[in-house]
Protein backbone atom coordinates (compact mmCIF):
# COMPACT_ATOMS: atom_id res chain seq x y z
CA UNK A 1 0.00 0.00 0.00
CA UNK A 2 1.18 3.53 -1.05
CA UNK A 3 1.64 5.40 1.83
CA UNK A 4 0.64 9.41 1.77
CA UNK A 5 2.57 11.61 -0.39
CA UNK A 6 3.32 15.07 -0.66
CA UNK A 7 5.61 16.98 -2.48
CA UNK A 8 7.19 19.04 -2.90
CA UNK A 9 9.51 18.19 -0.06
CA UNK A 10 11.15 21.05 -0.08
CA UNK A 11 10.41 24.69 -1.45
CA UNK A 12 12.01 28.15 -1.05
CA UNK A 13 10.52 31.15 -2.19
CA UNK A 14 10.01 35.10 -1.79
CA UNK A 15 8.16 37.09 0.26
CA UNK A 16 5.27 37.78 -1.75
CA UNK A 17 5.16 34.94 -4.35
CA UNK A 18 2.78 31.99 -4.90
CA UNK A 19 3.57 28.46 -3.56
CA UNK A 20 1.18 25.29 -4.15
CA UNK A 21 1.80 22.16 -1.83
CA UNK A 22 0.24 18.91 -3.16
CA UNK A 23 -0.59 15.54 -1.06
CA UNK A 24 -1.89 12.17 -2.56
CA UNK A 25 -3.30 10.47 0.38
CA UNK A 26 -3.48 6.99 0.64
CA UNK A 27 -6.15 5.50 -1.92
CA UNK A 28 -9.68 5.00 -0.29
CA UNK A 29 -8.88 7.53 2.68
CA UNK A 30 -12.06 10.08 2.71
CA UNK A 31 -10.61 11.60 5.41
CA UNK A 32 -7.56 13.93 4.52
CA UNK A 33 -6.03 16.79 7.02
CA UNK A 34 -3.91 19.34 6.29
CA UNK A 35 -1.42 20.64 9.58
CA UNK A 36 1.12 22.92 10.14
CA UNK A 37 4.20 22.52 12.78
CA UNK A 38 6.44 25.83 12.63
CA UNK A 39 9.65 25.65 14.26
CA UNK A 40 9.81 24.53 17.38
CA UNK A 41 6.29 25.08 18.03
CA UNK A 42 3.44 21.98 18.31
CA UNK A 43 1.42 20.69 15.20
CA UNK A 44 -0.96 23.25 14.09
CA UNK A 45 -4.00 21.87 12.69
CA UNK A 46 -5.26 23.75 9.35
CA UNK A 47 -8.19 21.66 7.55
CA UNK A 48 -10.11 18.54 7.29
CA UNK A 49 -11.22 17.32 4.07
CA UNK A 50 -13.57 14.22 4.02
CA UNK A 51 -14.05 13.61 0.53
CA UNK A 52 -14.14 16.46 -1.97
CA UNK A 53 -15.45 18.70 1.19
CA UNK A 54 -14.24 20.42 3.77
CA UNK A 55 -15.18 19.52 6.95
CA UNK A 56 -13.44 21.79 8.94
CA UNK A 57 -11.11 24.78 8.08
CA UNK A 58 -11.16 26.01 11.45
CA UNK A 59 -7.21 25.84 11.92
CA UNK A 60 -6.61 28.20 8.68
CA UNK A 61 -4.77 31.20 9.40
CA UNK A 62 -6.12 33.77 6.88
CA UNK A 63 -7.37 33.73 3.42
CA UNK A 64 -4.00 33.61 1.93
CA UNK A 65 -4.56 29.88 2.12
CA UNK A 66 -6.55 28.17 -0.02
CA UNK A 67 -7.25 23.96 0.04
CA UNK A 68 -9.02 22.39 -2.33
CA UNK A 69 -9.58 18.38 -2.92
CA UNK A 70 -10.35 17.80 -6.47
CA UNK A 71 -12.58 14.84 -6.96
CA UNK A 72 -11.72 13.65 -3.28
CA UNK A 73 -8.97 12.45 -4.28
CA UNK A 74 -5.43 14.50 -3.96
CA UNK A 75 -5.48 17.74 -1.88
CA UNK A 76 -3.38 21.03 -2.68
CA UNK A 77 -2.75 23.97 -0.06
CA UNK A 78 -2.10 27.12 -2.14
CA UNK A 79 -0.17 30.42 -0.16
CA UNK A 80 -1.01 33.53 -2.21
CA UNK A 81 0.87 35.89 -1.48
CA UNK A 82 3.36 33.67 0.93
CA UNK A 83 4.99 35.84 4.12
CA UNK A 84 7.64 35.18 6.77
CA UNK A 85 5.63 33.54 9.15
CA UNK A 86 4.30 30.86 6.71
CA UNK A 87 7.64 29.03 6.91
CA UNK A 88 7.28 25.72 8.48
CA UNK A 89 6.69 22.29 7.48
CA UNK A 90 3.57 21.44 6.52
CA UNK A 91 2.02 17.71 6.82
CA UNK A 92 -0.98 15.64 5.08
CA UNK A 93 -2.43 13.07 6.67
CA UNK A 94 -4.88 10.56 5.72
CA UNK A 95 -7.22 8.18 7.45
CA UNK A 96 -10.11 5.90 6.88
CA UNK A 97 -12.39 6.90 9.63
CA UNK A 98 -12.61 9.21 11.86
CA UNK A 99 -11.07 8.68 15.56
CA UNK A 100 -8.41 6.89 14.50
CA UNK A 101 -4.94 7.39 13.66
CA UNK A 102 -3.58 9.26 10.59
CA UNK A 103 -0.93 8.07 8.61
CA UNK A 104 1.41 11.06 7.98
CA UNK A 105 3.31 12.45 4.82
CA UNK A 106 6.61 13.08 4.82
CA UNK A 107 5.77 16.59 4.43
CA UNK A 108 6.64 19.50 3.05
CA UNK A 109 9.26 21.95 4.49
CA UNK A 110 8.37 25.39 3.32
CA UNK A 111 10.93 28.34 3.68
CA UNK A 112 9.92 32.25 2.80
CA UNK A 113 12.95 34.49 2.59
CA UNK B 1 -4.11 26.83 28.76
CA UNK B 2 -2.80 24.79 25.65
CA UNK B 3 -5.11 21.93 24.60
CA UNK B 4 -2.38 19.32 24.47
CA UNK B 5 0.26 19.86 26.78
CA UNK B 6 3.81 17.79 27.26
CA UNK B 7 7.33 18.08 28.65
CA UNK B 8 9.41 19.08 25.98
CA UNK B 9 12.42 17.72 27.67
CA UNK B 10 14.95 16.71 27.03
CA UNK B 11 14.75 13.67 28.88
CA UNK B 12 17.24 11.48 28.95
CA UNK B 13 17.14 8.12 30.24
CA UNK B 14 20.15 5.28 29.95
CA UNK B 15 19.60 1.79 27.40
CA UNK B 16 17.60 -0.75 29.27
CA UNK B 17 15.84 1.33 31.18
CA UNK B 18 12.05 2.73 31.52
CA UNK B 19 10.86 6.18 29.81
CA UNK B 20 8.13 7.90 30.62
CA UNK B 21 5.99 10.42 28.85
CA UNK B 22 3.40 12.30 30.11
CA UNK B 23 0.68 14.09 28.62
CA UNK B 24 -1.96 16.42 29.99
CA UNK B 25 -5.48 17.59 27.83
CA UNK B 26 -7.89 20.36 28.39
CA UNK B 27 -10.80 19.35 26.53
CA UNK B 28 -12.62 16.59 29.42
CA UNK B 29 -15.05 15.47 26.31
CA UNK B 30 -11.99 14.02 24.29
CA UNK B 31 -12.77 10.42 22.38
CA UNK B 32 -9.34 9.37 21.14
CA UNK B 33 -5.64 9.22 22.59
CA UNK B 34 -2.77 8.72 20.58
CA UNK B 35 1.05 8.47 21.05
CA UNK B 36 3.09 8.90 17.78
CA UNK B 37 6.96 8.74 17.32
CA UNK B 38 9.00 11.57 15.13
CA UNK B 39 12.38 10.84 14.10
CA UNK B 40 14.34 13.90 12.81
CA UNK B 41 13.54 15.10 9.87
CA UNK B 42 10.67 12.19 9.03
CA UNK B 43 6.91 12.19 9.35
CA UNK B 44 5.02 11.56 12.89
CA UNK B 45 4.56 7.58 13.08
CA UNK B 46 1.44 6.25 14.84
CA UNK B 47 2.61 3.99 17.75
CA UNK B 48 -0.02 3.89 20.50
CA UNK B 49 -3.87 4.58 20.60
CA UNK B 50 -6.11 4.04 23.62
CA UNK B 51 -9.51 5.43 23.88
CA UNK B 52 -10.48 3.63 27.62
CA UNK B 53 -9.42 4.42 31.03
CA UNK B 54 -6.46 1.92 32.43
CA UNK B 55 -3.40 0.39 30.76
CA UNK B 56 -2.71 -0.31 26.58
CA UNK B 57 0.32 -2.50 26.20
CA UNK B 58 1.95 -3.09 22.82
CA UNK B 59 5.00 -5.07 22.86
CA UNK B 60 7.50 -2.92 24.78
CA UNK B 61 5.08 0.18 24.78
CA UNK B 62 2.22 0.77 27.67
CA UNK B 63 -0.23 3.55 27.13
CA UNK B 64 -2.12 4.65 30.68
CA UNK B 65 -5.42 7.02 30.18
CA UNK B 66 -6.92 8.67 33.18
CA UNK B 67 -9.87 10.66 32.04
CA UNK B 68 -10.71 11.96 35.16
CA UNK B 69 -7.34 13.14 35.67
CA UNK B 70 -7.09 14.41 32.34
CA UNK B 71 -4.22 12.82 31.86
CA UNK B 72 -2.04 10.09 28.88
CA UNK B 73 1.11 8.57 30.16
CA UNK B 74 3.47 6.44 27.46
CA UNK B 75 6.01 4.00 29.13
CA UNK B 76 8.54 2.42 27.24
CA UNK B 77 10.20 -0.27 28.72
CA UNK B 78 13.92 -1.72 27.63
CA UNK B 79 14.72 1.57 26.15
CA UNK B 80 16.59 1.00 23.03
CA UNK B 81 18.66 3.95 21.15
CA UNK B 82 16.34 3.60 18.23
CA UNK B 83 13.95 4.73 20.57
CA UNK B 84 15.60 8.69 20.67
CA UNK B 85 13.18 10.45 18.76
CA UNK B 86 10.48 13.51 19.80
CA UNK B 87 7.45 11.66 20.88
CA UNK B 88 3.93 13.42 19.86
CA UNK B 89 0.73 12.75 22.29
CA UNK B 90 -2.26 13.67 20.13
CA UNK B 91 -6.15 14.23 21.10
CA UNK B 92 -9.25 13.96 19.28
CA UNK B 93 -11.50 15.98 20.91
CA UNK B 94 -15.25 15.74 21.56
CA UNK B 95 -16.35 16.87 18.15
CA UNK B 96 -14.27 13.48 17.04
CA UNK B 97 -13.07 16.03 14.34
CA UNK B 98 -9.25 16.92 14.01
CA UNK B 99 -6.44 15.92 16.32
CA UNK B 100 -4.55 18.21 18.60
CA UNK B 101 -1.33 17.70 19.37
CA UNK B 102 1.42 18.61 22.05
CA UNK B 103 4.74 20.00 20.95
CA UNK B 104 6.42 16.81 21.27
CA UNK B 105 9.09 15.28 24.52
CA UNK B 106 12.33 14.79 22.82
CA UNK B 107 13.65 11.11 24.45
CA UNK B 108 17.16 10.46 24.17
CA UNK B 109 18.55 6.61 25.26
CA UNK B 110 22.11 6.45 25.73
CA UNK B 111 23.70 3.38 25.58
Known amino acids: EAGVTQFPSHSVIEKGQTVTLRCDPI?????LYWYRRVMGKEIKFLLHFVKESKQDESGMPNNRFLAERTGGTYSTLKVQPAELEDSGVYFCASSPYRGRGYTFGSGTRLTVV | QKEVEQNSGPLSVPEGAIASLNCTYSDRGSQSFFWYRQYSGKSPELIMF????GDKEDGRFTAQLNKASQYVSLLIRDSQPSDSATYLCAVQGSNNNDMRFGAGTRLTVKP
Open chain 2, 50 to 53: IYSN
Open chain 1, 27 to 31: SGHDN
